[in-house]
């Protein structure tokens, strides 16, 4: 089965520094992958999705992330982080299943 | 704002209980999913149902029973659950059960058993 990797359970950053929040895939056929945040006492919000064609995929909220099937990741980036993307954020991959196979997550916490 | 409205949001029941989740969506899905989220976990898949009919079940426990009245509603009925039990239940629609379709969560019930 399809599986996704984020290497950092918790990325502390201060406000309005770069941040990037790493995942990597895990497949030999063709892949589709989200990045989800969820606010705390919230669902699951969709940030971004890579279908396929241009690798560099843009979001909400200032988010992007880069495909590379080379090196089978899916990096989350945003240049400049605001106390309010202080959450949890779920890298997570489809393939022809049902279900949508989640990363353990990370928790960003961006300070003053 | 989430276009898939769970109710109730919050739910404390005693073990003996019967109680029932809602999810609704008028989005025009067609897939609709339940997830169970643990704390400081990834949800995980429970059910799916696509066009009304239930597709998968991920081996839960019968005490947890779907229900998929129209394309627009999703239930989720609970009956003698266990402690473990206690989570944040997620429901989900996505156009089709295609792989390329995102699914859309709504904002969950979290449930307590006592």
Known sequence: AQSVTQLDSQVPVFEEAPVELRCNYSSSVSVYLFWYVQYPNQGLQLLLKYLSGSTLVKGINGFEAEF???????????????????????????????????????????TP | DTEVTQTPKHLVMGMTNKKSLKCEQHMGHRA??????????????????????????????????????????LNLHLHALQPEDSALYLCASSLFTNSNQPQHFGDGTRLSIL
């Open chain 1, 68 to 110: 590379n099937k080379s090196q089978t990741s899916f990096h989350l980036r945003k240049p400049s982080v605001h106390i309010s993307d202080t959450a949890e954020y779920f890298c997570a991959v489809r393939n022809s299943g049902y279900a949508l196979n989640f990363g353990k997550g990370t928790s960003l916490l961006v």
């Open chain 2, 32 to 73: 609709m999913y339940w997830y169970k989220q643990k704390a400081k976990k990834p949800p995980e898949l429970m059910f799916v149902y696509s066009y009304e009919k239930l597709s998968i079940n991920e081996s839960v426990p019968s005490r947890f029973s779907p229900e998929c009245p129209n394309s627009s509603l």
